[in-house]
């Protein structure tokens, strides 16, 4: 069993920056994809970022791409989203989820958090 608990969300301009994180309890976080994905009002799920267990790789959705970084630490059982540049249209809740797996599809993950609350005002 992993438990994923988001932090970091908040109030922020247009053109800001936010920084979440994601803690996984457990000892075998090395072991799991990481993706976060996000939900606007009204809108459906849908996925961010993801890396693969190994770290080596990232992927993003072409929304995101160039403006935010997906990053984790296997020391701390922690992963990362870094949001630069952000829009009012980035305002959403983030979750982040895992899965053995190797697939980035929300059906195929295992673990989520409770997510975070992030507001872009313009």
């Known amino acids: 069993q992993v438990q994923l608990v988001e932090s970091g969300g908040g109030l922020v301009q247009a053109g800001g920056s936010l920084r979440l994180s994601c803690a996984a309890s457990?000892?075998?976080?090395?072991?799991?994809?990481m993706g976060w994905f996000r939900q606007a009002p009204g809108k459906e799920r849908e996925f961010v970022a993801g890396?693969?267990?190994?770290?080596?790789?990232?992927y993003y959705s072409d929304s995101v791409k160039g403006r935010f970084t997906i990053s984790r630490d296997n020391a701390k059982n922690t992963v990362y989203l870094q949001m630069n540049s952000l829009k009012p249209e980035d305002t959403a809740i983030y979750y982040c989820?895992?899965?053995?797996?190797?697939?980035?599809?929300?059906?195929?993950?295992?673990?989520w958090g409770q997510g975070t609350h992030v507001t872009v005002s313009s």
């Open positions: 989820a895992a899965n053995r797996a190797n697939s980035y599809r929300q059906k195929d993950m295992d673990y």
């Open positions: 890396m693969p267990k190994s770290g080596t790789s990232t």
């Open positions: 457990g000892r075998t976080f090395s072991s799991y994809l």
